[in-house]
């Protein structure tokens, strides 16, 4: 019961509105294959801003002070991570259908760092604000975009599996991304919201 | 005796002084907005780190616009809707929102006159006439870099402020700038292949950013289709036509049926604009 009610209360409409954004776009890219390599990183960029959305508790200021623990809490809204990921999962299977020729293993690890990218930095955010989806999804926008836009950057780190090069690997990026990430929300969610007077 | 004065008209010095007081602040707001920080330093470094010999000004002009244009685009955004919670109290102030719109669209002129400092930073490298523009003419050199750098950098902020005064959900700035980042991409393909296409050049140029050239690996820039003047046209109706969005919410009254019948003719105008755009310029593609 408790766990319905804590989903209905979710931000759906942001996560599957981002979602959908990510799906068309990752849509196009499959669909055109020659810009499936701009246009899937771009997909998998908003994967990331709708799953920092998925921790929006607009009734916070009564929540965080019931005696459900925040990793239980986190536990049942990280349910919300399905919506990224299916959106995500589906794009993959297109682009296999259609004939892309991308390192698939490597695709998928993408999809989870950064869907776990995007959740982690709202989880850290949460510790300090009701509704962090906003604010941390530019944040994760801007951090994933930095690779793609910045020449100098680009050749230093790779955050989606194209091509070789010299750069730091997508994998080795997102493998560490997760064992960081896991460790961020474990210590997140062991912590009280610092933003409610009285709860320090 | 008493002697009457006429009155000298204080309201509308009364006016323009709230909208300067309005502006300076708003600016000021802009200035320190961390987005727009971030955007003015990744600017500057990929000003600096990018390679002096280019084949073509592809390479090195875009980020000018994902940056000033789009992440100023961010930055307005969280601007306008940052007074949304204070709205009970600033809605019964004597300034209009149509007042504190128009005054929020004022600090698109920093990113401006930030790209056009890059601008000018560019041409000592790479000047007027240098065969990185490819075939057009001088003036159309001098159109196309105006296009790419300066107004993509004050459309940006306007758009901003019209999804922020629209836009209820909080992240609509990121979603609507990956989604102009992910059409500038696609409609940029097709001209890859047919440079030749009416249609192509059409795609291409139904976007607030476009490129002219592409050298690709090879040596040879290939000269796109399309008019620079008239893409500069359109693109300054994609402005006003933002500005008059923003301007739209609040509005009441006469003023909203003047902005109303202001959009419709605008955006008559950018189809005209835009029509001129595809048919102008090179009747084919042209290697140089």
Do not use: K
Request: one cysteine or more; a positive charge; charged letters at 10%.
């Amino acid at each position: 019961m408790m766990v319905l009610a804590m989903l209905r209360a979710g931000a759906w409409r942001a996560v599957i509105g981002v979602s959908g954004a990510a799906a068309l776009i990752g849509g196009c890219g499959v669909a055109f294959r020659s810009t499936a390599t701009a246009l899937l990183p771009i997909a998998f960029t908003l994967l990331a801003a709708a799953a920092a959305f998925a921790l929006d508790e607009p009734a916070s200021l009564v929540v965080d002070v019931t005696p459900t623990g925040p990793v239980r809490r986190t536990g049942i809204r990280a349910l919300a991570l399905l919506a990224p990921f299916v959106a995500g999962a589906l794009l993959m299977l297109a682009g296999a259908l259609r004939g892309l020729t991308l390192p698939w293993p490597a695709t998928a690890l993408a999809l989870a760092g950064n869907v776990a990218l995007g959740f982690v930095v709202a989880s850290v955010a949460r510790t300090r604000t009701g509704e962090p989806g906003a604010p941390a999804s530019v944040a994760v926008v801007l951090i994933l975009l930095t690779p793609t836009l910045l020449p100098a950057v680009a050749s230093r780190v790779s955050t989606f599996p194209t091509g070789g090069g010299d750069a730091l690997s997508s994998n080795t990026v997102w493998w560490s991304v997760l064992v960081v990430g896991t460790a961020a929300v474990g210590v997140s969610v062991s912590r009280r919201p610092r933003w409610i007077p009285g709860l320090r | 005796m008493t002697a009457a004065l006429a009155p000298t008209r204080p309201e509308p010095v009364a006016g323009r002084a709230t909208f300067v007081t309005l502006a300076a602040r708003e600016l000021r707001r802009f200035l320190v907005n961390p987005v727009f920080l971030l955007a003015v330093a990744f600017v500057a470094w990929a000003t600096a780190t990018t390679p002096r010999s280019i084949i073509e000004i592809d390479s090195a002009d875009f980020y000018v616009a994902v940056f000033l244009g789009g992440f100023a685009m961010m930055a307005t955004f969280w601007l306008t809707r940052s007074t949304r919670y204070s709205e009970p109290v600033l809605g019964v102030t004597p300034t209009t929102l149509l007042v504190r719109t128009a005054a929020l669209c004022t600090v698109a002129v920093v990113p401006m006159l930030y790209s056009v400092l890059i601008l000018l930073w560019f041409l000592r490298f790479h000047p007027i006439g240098d065969p990185v523009y490819g075939a057009f003419s001088s003036p159309a050199q001098a159109a196309v870099l105006v296009s790419q750098f300066v107004v993509p950098s004050l459309g940006g902020p306007l758009l901003g402020v019209a999804l922020g005064r629209w836009a209820r959900f909080p992240g609509a700035a990121f979603v609507a700038f990956l989604l102009l980042f992910g059409w500038g991409n696609l409609v940029t393909v097709p001209s890859l292949s047919h440079p030749d296409s009416t249609a192509a050049t059409a795609a291409r140029m139904f976007a607030p950013f476009s490129f002219f050239s592409f050298a690709g690996n090879g040596p040879d820039v290939t000269t796109w289709r399309g008019s620079p003047w008239f893409f500069i046209g359109w693109q300054l109706a994609l402005c006003a036509i933002a500005v008059l969005m923003a301007l739209l919410r609040g509005a009441e009254g006469r003023v909203r049926s003047r902005v109303i019948r202001a959009l419709a003719i605008t955006l008559v105008l950018a189809v005209v604009l835009l029509v001129l755009a595809v048919s102008g310029g090179f009747a084919h593609a042209v290697r140089s």
